[in-house]
């Protein structure tokens, strides 16, 4: 491997394990933020160039793509913790046949998942109820990006095999120079080109094909374990099942988050679509401050499963301590801030009052609230580790029934604040599952 991917791994097997989990995190959370502000940047450009029309579009379309690029991200996660495992074993033919096995595998889901995606979209948009304008501006950005699916992919999963392979630097430096030239690339084809939302669609399509080609040659080039021939590039049936076995928990795990997510906004649809577009740029709040708390989880995840493969279980018992130190941590100071500036917040994306109102409700009411679901985040990145993916996919199941029941009935008792109350109670219900089960498997490692 080159030198900095054997420091880092070095460090994640030897080194003090909150510094090293700190360290080797901070990449990953800065490239989870410039992630986000890829939708970040396209929501701000579409409200303040376009208009209100197109950020609904951008609005019911960001869930049905929060799905995708959830079963993408699962599934790369999944595979992840096997090449750590693998990587910390030091079992490297092996890591290279389940590297090749997985991209071609994956590739294949990923063309599956976009033809899927252009047939029923659109239908299931109507079916909402969602207005027809809106749905026509969502399928303008959604057939392209649904078009570029496979190198969403592709970076996703080189990201995940690198870091694994105990690199979370290069991972980020190309997402820093993509997401530059994605915000760019918005400015020109949204605001002075007046492509509208087919423009930001192209702009975000063609960052990914550039982190893509950037990602894969960095890892055939400087990453041994990683690097494949020609006749490397076949499919072993038997591993495949057993990369199922990782991927599948895990993708499904991420997935139905998200579609929790998409069915909540149906029930919004009653009262309007300012609380509609208010609670989707909320969710993207949300999830610019899961970017922090997803970024330790992350980490844990190589660090545990690197130091599993190796043997070293105290090692394990430590990043798990040290995971829940720094997302508390975290939570005090990003909890804070959510709360006192909601609204100024919201009013990034939108000078409209009733969306702001709207975003500014769910975003003040969740800011301390999300302790629960940062404390979820280091529980499930701990069983990930570990590989008890299929742990993690049960309780986020479960909580996410619990979340879409409540908000059916609180829903239009309460509006938003029937959101808050089903959101916080799906990630108490998840603690609950997981909290003491950790605890008492970490003890008996």
Known sequence: ???????????????????????????????????????????MVVGKF???????????????????????????????????QLCGAGDYERLRRVHATALLGGVGVTLLLAL????????????????????????????????GLAFCFLYNYYAAVLRSCGNSRTPFVVLLVSSVLHAALDLLLCGALRLGVFG???????????STVWLMVYAQKRTPP???AREDLRFDAKLGGTILGYAWAAALQQAVVMIGRFLVQGMLTPLGGASVTGYNMSLRVEQFLFCFSQGVSAAMVVGISQ??????????????????????ALLAVLGTATRLFAPQIIAL????????????????????LYLFAFLGEVIQ??????????????????????????SYLLIPLWGVYGVCVAVASGWVLLVGIEGAYSARTVKSL
């Open 1 to 43: 491997m080159s030198d900095r991917t054997t420091q880092q791994s070095d460090a994640l097997l030897f080194g003090a394990p909150l510094p090293t989990l700190l360290a080797f995190a901070a990449p990953i959370i800065l490239g989870n933020v410039f992630q986000q502000l890829y939708n970040i940047v396209d929501a």
């Open 50 to 84: 376009l208009g209100d029309l197109p950020l609904a579009g951008i609005s019911v379309a960001s869930p049905v793509m929060d799905i995708l690029y959830a079963l993408l991200l699962g599934g790369s996660i999944g595979v992840g913790v096997l090449v750590g």
């Open 116 to 147: 899927l995606g252009f047939a029923f979209t659109e239908p299931i948009l109507r079916a909402q109820g969602t207005d027809a304008a809106a749905v026509a501006e969502a399928m303008r950005y959604l057939r392209v990006i649904l078009g």
């Open 200 to 210: 930001v669609a192209c702009s975000t399509v063609f960052c990914q094909i550039v």
């Open 226 to 228: 990683l690097r494949l």
């Open 307 to 328: 130091n599993l493969g190796h043997g070293d279980r105290a090692r394990v018992r430590s990043f798990y301590r040290a995971g829940v130190g720094a997302e508390l």
């Open 349 to 368: 994306f939108s000078d409209n009052a009733d969306v702001i109102a709207a975003g500014a409700r769910y975003t003040g009411t969740m800011a301390f």
């Open 381 to 406: 990145g701990y069983f990930r580790g570990v590989g008890r993916l299929r742990l993690t996919m049960i309780a986020s199941l479960l909580q996410v029934v619990l979340r879409v029941v409540l």
